[in-house]
């Protein structure tokens, strides 16, 4: 199981990777929230989550899951998603005001 989510971790980071490299700004935002993806997968596999692992202390429960990962991942979600609202925001802008979405114009290397 480990070497699927290692996988598909890997898959999120490098399909992430190559979206912020292009020159488009959604395929910007778009990498960048498949980052912030794998990097909550990651957080949250880290807490050794297991089927028969309770997060609260019941009797009988051998082990416990760790709930931090879990609270910093639910935190993670919230921020990612105001971080792609104003990277949209802020595209549309761009967008607005260059009349051009890539990253990287070369329209104001003149003034």
Request: aromatic share 8%; charged share 15%.
């Amino acid at each position: 199981m480990e070497i699927l989510v290692s996988i598909g971790v890997g898959l999120l980071f490098a399909g992430g990777i190559f979206l912020v490299l292009r020159p488009r700004s959604f395929s910007v935002v778009l990498g960048f929230t498949l980052i912030s993806y794998a990097v909550n997968i990651l957080v949250f596999v880290a807490g050794l989550l297991d089927r028969d692992t309770p997060p609260l202390f019941l009797p009988g429960a051998a082990r416990l899951a760790d709930p931090l990962p879990q609270a910093l991942v639910l935190t993670a979600i919230v921020i990612g998603f105001g971080m792609t609202a104003y990277l949209v925001a802020l595209s549309l802008r761009s967008l607005g005001e260059h009349g051009t979405d890539t990253v990287d114009s070369d329209r104001d290397a003149g003034e």
